[in-house]
């Protein structure tokens, strides 16, 4: 897009870039605030412990299509362009959320149901895997230089305003229907009306322009070339993922461990969607000033020293005003370090191969650190009875992420080296 296009053309094409994204996040995330239900709808046990974990281990499954739908749609945003891989990738999502809302339960059609579901979970993980990095990429195209931060963290953002729509709507759902009808039918219905809204998305992806530079040389960059940079941003986003994943566990763990109502639960959703729309942009104009790096450490930083104090804090209160508070604090400085991060990211690589190291290295931490991390939080539980282990993984995690980004390179132009940062 050319400097001179006007600035409403070009805030249209970002809006519907970014709602694309929050469209398929809204889906992807609704699973989480309905896992419990999922369990006893598709993998019935006699162990509610044992049903749980089934539940989430699909949740899990989700992420091992991402690897692979990062890589084949990323590389093929790199050569075709980025508007036909998110088209591809809104329509792989719309297949996967009908074929979870529509498989009839365990006992209706035995094994079967749960087959059905593991497929769809996969599905969405392909879909997902591609759109990450596509959207990323377009967002970094179209942004003015000095404001390559904002511009791309409107992609983690979208990823908050779909996190307040899943939250909003599981938190109505738990106020109007009661534990059965939940348990029945009700959390079909969150899925439903993402479903609904897939076709305006597929309708708003399709009006979008190219902005994959037509000069780019396609066949002379490989991933080797920038190892480095790609090892690095594994270990930096594998630590926003398990942050972002904890975040996630917590309505399962309010319920599970401290035994709160579920409309309670289900409102750390909110909390965490609206913490991480405005704070993961506001860090990304930060480090559009200051640079990528510093913005992106401190939080991470803050991150390790406070996670375990916040898990006892709220463990002693039981408390669903400690519960909001504890979200929103983390969310904070989670959001924030990651909205600095991502740019640096999209930055480190060329055009050439942007859409597939970006959706692949996405997908690989995602799917290694975040399709593991509530599962694992679960298991630590259970396994060492203390309910502060979700801490101490959240608190190891925020380390490692500190090392890669301090070993990452500044690539924001107001701070880059001569020659440094990306076209």
Excluded: C
Excluded at 213 to 232: C, D, G, M, Y
């Amino acid at each position: 897009m050319s400097a001179a296009e006007p600035p409403a053309v070009r805030r249209r094409h970002i809006a519907a870039a970014v709602a694309g994204n929050a469209l398929e996040f809204y889906d992807f995330t609704a699973y989480t605030f309905f896992s419990i239900q999922i369990g006893r709808a598709f993998f019935p046990s006699h162990d509610p412990f044992v049903s749980l974990m089934l539940s989430l281990g699909t949740f899990g499954a989700g992420f091992l299509g991402r690897p692979l739908g990062g890589f084949l749609i990323g590389r093929y945003s790199d050569r075709q362009g980025r508007r036909p891989a998110l088209v591809l990738s809104f329509v792989l999502m719309g297949l996967g959320i009908l074929g979870l809302g529509v498989t009839p339960s365990y006992a209706s059609i035995g094994l079967a149901a749960p087959l059905i579901v593991i497929a769809a979970r996969i599905v969405q993980g392909i879909a997902l895997g591609g759109q990450v990095g596509s959207a990323t990429a377009y967002l970094l195209e179209v942004a003015p230089p000095q404001k390559r931060g904002l511009y791309t963290t409107l992609q983690y953002g979208s990823q908050g305003f779909a996190a307040i729509l899943g939250g909003a709507v599981a938190f109505a759902l738990a106020k109007l229907l009661n534990a059965d009808e939940l348990a029945a039918y009700g959390w079909r219905i969150a899925f439903l009306l993402g479903a609904a809204a897939l076709p305006f998305g597929f309708v708003l992806q399709r009006g979008l322009p190219e902005t994959l530079p037509t000069q780019v040389e396609k066949s002379i960059e490989s991933f080797a070339a920038h190892a480095r940079a790609t090892v690095l941003a594994l270990f930096a986003l594998g630590s926003a993922t398990i942050g972002v994943y904890t975040l996630y566990y917590l309505p399962t763990y309010a319920q599970t461990e401290l035994h709160m109502h579920a409309a309670i639960a289900s409102a750390t959703g909110i909390v965490f969607g609206a913490f991480n729309l405005v704070f993961a942009m506001w860090f990304g104009a930060v480090s559009d000033r200051f640079g990528r790096r510093w913005t992106a450490l401190w939080p991470r930083i803050a991150t390790a020293v406070l996670a375990v104090p916040m898990f006892v804090w709220l463990y002693d209160a039981r408390s669903g005003a400690v519960l909001l508070a504890l979200t929103a604090i983390l969310t904070i400085f989670i959001a924030g370090s990651a909205g600095a991060n991502l740019p640096a990211i999209a930055e480190s690589v060329p055009a050439s191969l942007r859409s597939g190291v970006l959706g692949t290295v996405y997908a690989v931490a995602i799917a290694t650190f975040g399709g593991s991390a509530q599962v694992m939080e679960a298991w630590l539980v259970k396994a060492t009875g203390s309910p502060f282990a979700p801490g101490w993984y959240l608190a190891a995690a925020s380390l490692m992420g500190v090392v890669a980004i301090w070993l990452m390179p500044e690539t924001a132009p107001a701070k880059a080296k001569p020659g440094a940062g990306t076209p």
